[in-house]
């Protein structure tokens, strides 16, 4: 079946940028009709939609994040990525990939400190 | 924006007793297309959040049959009919009819007393 798996740094420093890739296995990211998705969760905290990208490449991003945030996909390593520029302690969280809203990674601890 | 409100936001239950968590949107969740994009989530502890309830009632696959959504327009609700132990966690509605930005309510969380 398919799955999903965040990774990348778990520490960043701050001012930097914040990159993950999600993989996903058991199935092709350029089949039609999902959404790929990022979402955070600060420690304690509830859930924050970062954005996601279409199949066909279109994205969409949270208004609060969007001068900072990129999301791609690369189909030919069956992979999307998270870019998020210029972090801050704030930025620190738990960050999840997702298929549509049904299909989720296990989350990645990103924090950023000095 | 459409800012979704969850209440209670804590949920001490007994074991074998229903629970109900209430969801309300500050807008309208019926999309043009006559659908109304109010989904529930499960997060148990130390787990990824889990879809248990999508567009007000439906069950997703392997969702134990306790659990149900009801509602329409702006006021919600995701029943437990008899809660257990394995229930524990915290749950969220999320809207997605007013997309491109989909919000999650700020959970409930429910416990055993």
């Known amino acids: 079946q398919v799955q999903l798996q965040e990774s990348g740094p778990g520490l960043v420093k701050p001012s930097q940028t914040l990159s993950l890739t999600c993989t996903v296995s058991?199935?092709?990211?350029?089949?039609?009709?999902?959404?790929w998705s990022w979402i955070r969760q600060h420690p304690g905290k509830g859930l924050e939609w970062i954005g996601y990208i279409y199949y066909s490449g279109s994205t969409y991003y949270n208004p609060s994040l969007k001068s900072r945030v990129t999301i791609s996909v690369d189909t030919s390593k069956n992979q999307f990525s998270l870019k998020l520029s210029s972090v801050t302690a704030a930025d620190t969280a738990v960050y999840y990939c997702a298929r549509d809203q049904d299909l989720w990674g296990q989350g990645t601890l990103v924090t950023v400190s000095s | 924006d459409v800012v979704m409100t969850q209440s209670p936001l804590s949920l001490p239950v007994t074991l074998g007793q229903p629970a109900s968590i209430s969801c309300r949107s500050s807008q309208s969740l019926v999309y043009s297309d006559g659908n109304t994009y109010l989904n529930w989530f499960q997060q148990r502890p130390g787990q990824s959040p889990r879809r248990l309830i999508y567009k007000v009632s439906n069950r997703d696959s392997g969702v134990p049959d306790r659990f149900s959504g009801s509602g329409s327009g702006t006021d919600f609700t995701l029943k437990i009919s008899r809660v257990e132990a394995e229930d524990v966690g915290v749950y969220y509605c999320m809207q997605g009819t007013h997309w491109p930005l989909f919000t999650f309510g700020p959970g409930t969380k429910v416990d055993i007393k």
């Open positions: 058991g199935g092709s990211i350029s089949s039609g009709g999902y959404y």
